[in-house]
């Protein structure tokens, strides 16, 4: 089935320690997300590729990068985690223009001890 | 600021009796809004878009730009339809970008 894939499924990483979460898909969308789920909270999107353009939301911290070596891939690294940053880490893929809505991966739920 | 409201975090009904989860938006432009839903130990997923006026499962939505609000609903609620639903709103930036502004989320219980 073509769909978006989140490994690993969960991740723990220490304090301070550099961590990556990668997104793949096999959708050949063009756009591709980067969401933070905290707890009882909504989806809060961190930054998204539209192609190859990298697009930061302002409130997303330095502590947060992104790259996409090509269409199918997309990975979250983290450089220093806090404890703060212990969350759900949601990728989706859409296909722009086509008509809206969003593909989403299982999620990877980080974390920080 | 653009933003979603869902105002109730628990939802509990019992089976066949009608459901209703709130969804309240703010936005200075034509909105495009959708319902997600997450079942249990499964992926966010799409249940339906207000351009679609479309019903599935038979949940449906409807758009009221007067009361800023795209309630979903269904009349008669299935055991099944447990689960964790997300009201979005899509907001479209200059450059052709977009992003999916989400809710909070309100839990929903059918119980038999």
């Known amino acids: 089935d073509a769909m978006v894939i989140q490994n690993p499924r969960y991740q723990v990483t220490q304090f301070g320690k550099p961590v990556t979460l990668s997104c793949s898909q096999t959708l050949n969308h063009n756009v591709m997300y980067w969401y933070q789920q905290k707890s009882s909270q909504a989806p809060k999107l961190l930054f998204h590729?539209?192609?190859?353009?990298?697009?930061n939301e302002a409130d997303t911290p330095d502590n947060f990068q992104s790259r996409r070596p090509n269409t199918s891939f997309c990975f979250l690294d983290i450089r220093s985690p806090g404890l703060g940053d212990a969350a759900m880490y949601l990728c989706?893929?859409?296909?722009?223009?086509?008509?809206?809505?969003?593909?989403f991966g299982s999620g990877t739920r980080l974390t920080v001890v | 600021a653009q933003r979603v409201t869902q105002p109730e975090k628990l939802l509990s009904v019992f089976k066949g009796a009608p459901v209703e989860l709130k969804c309240n938006y703010s936005y200075s432009g034509s909105p495009e809004l959708f319902w997600y839903v997450q079942y249990s130990r499964q992926r966010l997923q799409l249940l339906l878009r207000?351009?679609s006026r479309e019903s599935i499962k038979g949940f449906t939505a409807d758009l009221n730009k007067g009361e800023t609000s795209f309630h979903l609903k269904k009349p008669f609620a299935q055991e099944e339809d447990s689960a964790m639903y997300y009201c979005a709103l899509m907001l479209r930036g200059q450059g052709g970008s977009e992003k999916l502004v989400f809710g909070k989320g309100t839990k929903l219980t059918v119980n038999p």
């Open positions: 989706a893929t859409s296909a722009h223009p086509v008509p809206p809505g969003y593909t």
């Open positions: 207000h351009i």
């Open positions: 590729y539209y192609d190859k353009d990298f697009n």
